[in-house]
């Protein structure tokens, strides 16, 4: 994938800097209990975008993981960074109620420290590379300036009629 951005000769509606939950629900089809992006606090349109997950002791997966030691599992971090960056995504398509922004890949994840119940995920993600349907995202998540996890993830859009063979192997 080169560095190259898309755009649309249809103009969408401005991006706001920031983003609350119900600006939020609005881009993302994501619901309780899978929705991990609470406020935006900061996007540069086609470039990069900074979210916020308060991490609570509500969080259903905090029952089975683990139960003596709450931890969030490394992947819904990842799923974390891949919800940031499909939200600036599709903030640019004029017909996302028709699309879906899934994985494809998730590169070089790391995890450098827990994410306990109370920590708040400072999210940042940027555009590496960026096509008309697919893109390759950089994130980072932070809990008190310090990183807890990096990953490279790469998505894809679909419409979303397709059915489930069609994005084969695609969860996010």
């Known amino acids: 994938m080169t560095d190259t951005i898309h755009t649309s000769t249809e103009e969408p509606e401005p991006v706001k800097t920031g983003m609350d939950i119900g600006d939020i629900f609005k881009i993302l089809p994501h619901r309780y209990p899978f929705l ?4 935006v606090i900061d996007l540069v349109r086609m470039k990069s975008i900074v979210a916020l997950k308060n991490v609570t002791i509500t969080e259903p997966f905090f029952q089975g993981h683990f139960p003596d030691k709450p931890i969030m599992p490394g992947v ?35 995890f450098r420290r827990p994410v ?10 940027v555009v ?18 310090k990183v807890a996890c990096e ?20 969860e996010g």
């Open 76 to 110: 819904l971090i990842v799923e974390a960074i891949a919800q940031a960056g499909g939200l600036l995504l599709l903030t640019e398509v004029p017909n996302r109620d028709e699309m879906l922004m899934v994985f494809t890949g998730i590169e070089k994840a790391r």
């Open 36 to 39: 991990l992006i609470d406020r």
């Open 151 to 170: 990953a490279t993830v790469t998505c894809r859009l679909v419409p979303r009629n397709v059915g489930a063979g069609a994005a084969e192997g695609d």
């Open 116 to 125: 306990l119940p109370g920590d708040q995920l400072r999210i940042e993600v």
């Open 128 to 145: 590496k590379a960026w096509r008309i349907t697919a893109a390759r995202l950089e994130g980072k998540a932070y809990v008190d300036g």
